[in-house]
């Protein structure tokens, strides 16, 4: 199994740019979920899907879009990015929220000018 | 979500040393787990604990779920250098559905 997959690793963007990060798990996982690491802030929630279908917001949720079309995949959308988005993204994957044994991917690093 | 104090901030110890770190919520908690972040890497899950007073090791860590639900700690017997590193503690709560909560981590330096 590759586990979490996240694409891309490193990404610059411009205030005002779109664009997605993806997330992808082979693990068969029903849940999945975004955080951002900031400095000193720890890990943050911003969506989360418990199944394919379903999603909800988490702690930091403005600014930011998911979808969850397949069990496999959830992507990330920032509609127009701003640079309070830079940040480092992780997505992570666990079977459902009774086994909340989260596996983390290896992160995208975010940078917004 | 809720605040998860965690502590100490930072560590400098040296190699052999045993090693302790704990986390302390206002809110009572259903899940406690422990991670470790390398550089440059995602959170690697350490320990999960689900029951209150549950005692659990691997290897040379050791964590534990405190009877008031309310706080863990993880113990590091013997620190070597690879255990530098940051180490998160997460807690899910009652009322979070499937939320995680983490403290904001306590970096580790060993030196040899």
């Known amino acids: 199994n590759a586990g979490v997959t996240q694409t891309p690793k490193f990404q610059v963007l411009k205030t005002g740019q779109s664009m997605t990060l993806q997330c992808a798990q082979d693990?068969?996982?029903?849940?999945m979920s975004w955080y951002r690491q900031d400095p000193g802030m720890g890990l943050r929630l911003i969506h989360y899907?418990?199944?394919?279908?379903?999603?909800d917001q988490g702690e930091v949720p403005n600014g930011y879009n998911v979808s969850r079309s397949t069990t496999e995949d959830f992507p990330l959308r920032l509609l127009s990015a701003a640079p309070s988005q830079t940040s480092v993204y992780f997505c992570a994957s666990s079977w459902d929220s009774a086994n909340n044994e989260q596996f983390f991917g290896p992160g995208t690093r975010l940078t917004v000018l | 979500g809720q605040q998860l104090n965690q502590s100490p901030q930072s560590m400098f110890i040296q190699e052999g040393e045993d090693v302790s770190m704990n986390c302390t919520s206002s809110?009572?908690?259903?899940?406690w787990l422990w991670y470790k972040q390398d550089p440059g890497e995602g959170p690697v899950l350490l320990i999960a604990l689900y029951k209150a007073g549950e005692l659990t090791s691997n290897g040379r860590l050791t964590a534990q779920f405190g009877i008031t639900r309310k706080d863990s700690f993880l113990n590091i017997s013997a620190s070597i250098p690879s255990d530098v590193g940051i180490y998160f503690c997460a807690g899910q709560f009652g009322d979070s559905g499937y939320a995680l909560n983490f403290g904001k981590g306590t970096s580790l330096l060993v030196t040899p």
């Open positions: 809110s009572i908690f259903n899940t």
């Open positions: 899907s418990v199944g394919a279908g379903i999603t």
């Open positions: 693990m068969n996982h029903e849940y």
